[in-house]
């Protein structure tokens, strides 16, 4: 009788194992389980609380895709990340099914709102194009979210970090935009990140709420820009609490003296928390920043770790592969 339970326990563990190990593979030729991300992300049950990897073969995926709240605990794989690309051309203006018409929240090509997501190895793109104003690629509203080795492109708005109480984690990076393409009011943190402008515009718009200490932070980046350009701003306060700090980062010759931008408000001078510490790169004249901005000293910028940014309540520390 002892060996049946302890064969019948030995089972169930092996079971729940597999069940925790849950690989979905997405291939647009058919041999995968499914054809389109969508489909893979419908499979998983709502109310999902054991983890789920979806494994996306190469290819370009012409497709909205909507991660809902329900649908926590996913990874999201790609085979080559410059070769498995999620885009559509979704962008402020369109006509919405309802007649409205379409705001920035609702033109992303991606939509994140469940919890514990990451992404490794996908390019995520707005292909809408240059002029058509606001154009999200990737919507992150979930909390505890990381996306490791991926290249998230496209124009105005392309990384809109929405959710007031999320957390995100970017490691290795590249992103690509023109005009406030990393913007919203989410606890971030960039960590070796390829930040890359491609008009004479702005970086962020942080629009951090005045309770948060942190809210974009830039750790050993690297920002370049197109051949020319040499207009951008590090960022601008989309609400007044901006807060935004380059650590450690490269600064190509495209940004601006004064580094940064006040969104046409003085006001916004006396509340944006907008901070530096130990900028390289031809761009990195302490001396010439407008003096509302702060230089940081060794020890204020040792806080700037990624556990005292996003650990929270929970402790949660992102792990991801090198």
Known sequence: MKKFFFLLSFITGVCQMIAAQTRIVVNQDGSGTYKTVQEAIDHIPSHNTKPIEIFVKNGIYQERVVIDSTKNFVSLIGEDKDKTII???????????????MGTPESASFFIYAHDFTARNITFKNDAGFTAGQAVAVLAHG???????????????????????SRQYYQDCYIEGTTDFIFGPSIAVFNRCHIHSKKNSHVTAASTSESKPYGYVFLNCRLTADTALHGVSLGRPWKPYASVAYIRCYL??????????NWSNPDNEKTARFAEYKSTGPSANADARVKWSRQLNKKEAGQYTVKNILAGSDGWIPTVSN
């Open 87 to 101: 885009t559509f051309n979704n962008h402020a203006g369109m006509t919405l099914p309802s007649g409205n018409r």
């Open 143 to 165: 909390d505890r979210l990381t996306f490791n080795h991926c290249r998230l492109i496209g124009f105005q708005d392309v990384l809109y970090t929405e959710g007031e109480r």
């Open 252 to 261: 190509g010759p495209h940004i601006i003296a004064g580094g940064w931008n």
